[in-house]
């Protein structure tokens, strides 16, 4: 039977959890010092605090999505126990999921738009509503993906442009080569045709020779015929 992912992945849950309560904590801070001060202009501090914030509850919301398909999965089965889980584990998973959802909720209040009001708007008659600050935190999970996306988009394109390069370089050499063995082989083919012909003369010559029946003509015939190797092979 295949492991159980179930509780690898509620680790992680947990892990990211403490760490988005700890971010949470040091972002409400830091946006508290900022109001103090009587500022309205956000420091450097408080928009780092708050990306990470909402980085750290991105990542987390998709962990969880995951987890709550896989408890989803294991819901619509006639048999829980085909999963080697049974029906009380299930209900167990099934509100830690809701547990962790509202957590998430709560904190992503605190960085939603509505959060950052000072205390006289919050008591306000007219509160944002709940579909206006989801909206507002998928644009900014949107524009985040995006610029994530221009990174790789542009890391991609360099790769690509130095392969290009690299294949026209290859291609040239390969041309160079190509070029360099259409010389050998036409050289080649030049000394072959010499030799042939060369051969031809010499075999007609021997005939010639042997038709007179002269010693000496072979002689000489053995002499030309290494000439014309020496100097075919020179050529």
């Known amino acids: ?10 680790a992680e849950i947990q892990t990211s959890l403490q760490a988005a309560t700890q971010l949470r904590a040091s972002y409400m801070r830091i ?33 969880l999505e995951d987890l709550d398909e896989s408890v989803k999965v294991v819901e619509a089965a006639s048999d829980t126990r085909l999963f080697g889980v ?6 167990e998973r099934r509100r830690y999921v809701e547990r962790v959802r509202n957590e998430i909720e709560g904190m992503r209040a ?10 006289s708007q919050i008591m306000s008659p007219r509160p944002t509503p709940r579909e206006d600050e989801q909206s507002a935190w998928a644009r900014e999970e949107q524009q985040m993906l995006m610029q994530q996306q221009d990174m790789t988009i542009d ?5 690509l442009s130095n392969l290009a390069q690299q294949a026209g370089l290859m291609g040239q050499e390969i041309s160079e080569h190509n070029e360099m063995l259409t010389d050998l082989e036409s050289g080649v083919d030049s000394t072959e045709t010499k030799l042939d012909s ?10 010639q020779t042997e038709q007179s029946g002269s ?19 020179l050529i």
């Not at 039977?1 to 992945?9: E, G, N, R």
């Not at 290494?226 to 100097?231: A, D, E, F, N, S």
């Open 155 to 159: 890391s991609i394109a360099g790769t």
């Open 215 to 233: 010693g000496w003509c072979i002689m000489i015939l053995t002499i030309v015929l290494i000439i014309l190797l020496l100097v075919a092979i």
């Open 198 to 207: 060369a051969m031809t003369k010499m075999r007609r010559f021997v005939r």
């Open 31 to 63: 946006r508290n010092m900022n109001s103090m001060r009587g500022t309205t202009e956000e420091s450097e501090e408080l928009v780092w605090a708050r990306n990470e914030f909402k980085a750290t509850l991105a990542a987390l919301e998709a962990d």
């Open 86 to 91: 049974s029906f009380e584990q299930v209900q």
């Open 110 to 119: 605190d960085v939603s738009p509505s959060g950052s009001r000072p205390n």
């Open 1 to 10: 039977m295949s492991t159980d992912p179930y509780h690898a992945v509620q």
